[in-house]
T-cell receptor, first 115, second 115 residues
């Protein structure tokens, strides 16, 4: 079955620390990859996405993610986090095939950045 | 005007009540979605509509009944719910369910509590 795994459920960092959140998926075919962020009390917002081309994708607010096809991974990174990055981060993968090319979400990673 | 709006933002209902959730998208998209977000679980896709036709129903109990009168509006009618149905219900829209670069945009959600 198609699945998306986020291994870190809860991450606590100090400001200026580097961040890497893991995301792996189960399917070996064509995929589109997304990271969404949900700030406290706000709705899910698109952080970045990968469809094709350069596997290193840059998103908003200094975030980037790298698609490594051989590892079925799409890890999210930021070199220096800020308190305002405190949020829940969701990896999502669209697996091609089927009637609607369904988008599958991971369980999310809650990031708390301490000032 | 934000892209995807949902009303109400909060809803408390008894198990015998009938209520409806409303979603409206202002993005000119052709596809709309209902998701359920529960604590510590991945977002669960409930329904997908494309050009006002339901194209996916993910084994959702019949006490949830979607309606899509036009491509801008989506409703979720609720009746005889159970306490375990308490969750955040998210609406999303996208340009095209089968598009190669399709991206979903989310509303703020309705926080539903079933007593």
């Amino acid at each position: 079955a198609q699945s998306v795994s986020q291994h870190n459920h809860h991450v606590i960092l100090s400001e200026a620390a580097s961040l890497e959140l893991g995301c792996n998926y189960s399917y070996g075919g064509t995929v589109n990859l997304f990271w969404y962020v949900q700030y406290p009390g706000q709705h899910l917002q698109l952080l970045l996405k990968y469809f094709s081309g350069d596997p290193l994708v840059k998103g908003i607010k200094g975030f980037e993610a790298e698609f490594i096809k051989s590892k079925f991974s799409f890890n999210l990174r930021k070199p220096s986090v800020q308190w305002s990055d405190t949020a829940e981060y969701f990896c999502a993968v669209r697996f091609y095939g089927g009637a609607t090319n369904k988008l599958i979400f991971g369980t999310g990673t809650l990031l708390a950045v301490q000032p | 005007e934000t892209g995807v709006t949902q009303t109400p933002r909060h809803l408390v209902m008894g198990m015998t009540n009938k209520k409806s959730l409303k979603c409206e998208q202002h993005l000119g998209h052709n596809a709309m979605y209902w998701y359920k977000q529960s604590a510590k679980k991945p977002l669960e896709l409930m329904f997908v509509y494309s050009l006002e036709e339901r194209v996916e129903n993910n084994s959702v109990p019949s006490r949830f009944s979607p309606e899509c009168p036009n491509s801008s509006h989506l409703f979720l009618h609720l009746h005889t719910l159970q306490p375990e149905d308490s969750a955040l219900y998210l609406c999303a829209s996208s340009q095209d369910v089968l598009g190669g670069t399709d991206t979903q945009y989310f509303g703020p959600g309705t926080r539903l509590t079933v007593l």
